[in-house]
């Protein structure tokens, strides 16, 4: 029993443990998690938040294991991301998992997968050393020409991003 002008102190005991938690995982995801949108094998997430390039890579891996910035391989799935959102407001980019950070006008994808489907507007895709990561344009208010092409933005720029996962 504590007296009336006295204090007390709880005792905290801390334990550490070596022992890693047991992670069970499979080949292979058989559903998207809650939110998520699937297309294909992927899965994919619209982070309606603005920041750089590097950040944005960082949030997809706090997301969801494996998860990484999205790659589009192909028409079908450019078209799939490009309609994910549609931009209403001030957000007219969104960031994929590309950049030509080692090679001006090299470009690849940050997951692996090979860069052999572009969607590059007219005369981007080689903006020189302060531009280096691609991003996606989502608002097409004005000129239809825009709406799903790729820019050559600079990294430190703040857009919305797209996040993947692999299923398989």
């Not at 750089?52 to 078209?79: F, I, Y």
Request: with cysteine.
């Amino acid at each position: 029993m504590v007296q009336e002008g006295t204090t007390s102190t709880p005792k905290i005991t801390t334990m550490i443990s070596t022992t890693e938690p047991m992670v069970t995982t499979t080949a292979a995801m058989k559903d998207c998690p809650d939110g998520w949108s699937k297309n294909g094998t992927s899965c994919y997430w619209i982070v309606e938040y603005e920041m750089d390039w590097v950040a944005a890579q960082d949030v997809c891996k706090q997301l969801s294991p494996g998860a990484h910035l999205a790659s589009s391989g192909s028409a079908v799935e450019n078209d799939f991301l490009r309609h994910l959102y549609t931009a209403t407001g001030s957000t007219w980019y969104i960031w994929l998992g590309a950049t030509d950070s080692s090679e001006e006008g090299t470009w690849s994808w940050t997951d692996g997968t090979a860069f052999n489907y572009t969607y590059w507007y007219s005369g981007e895709g080689s903006d020189g050393a302060n531009h280096n990561c691609l991003a996606m344009n989502v608002w097409d208010y004005w000129n239809n020409d825009y709406f799903g092409k790729w820019f050559d933005r600079g990294c430190f720029d703040s857009n919305w991003c797209i996040c993947e996962i692999d299923q398989a």
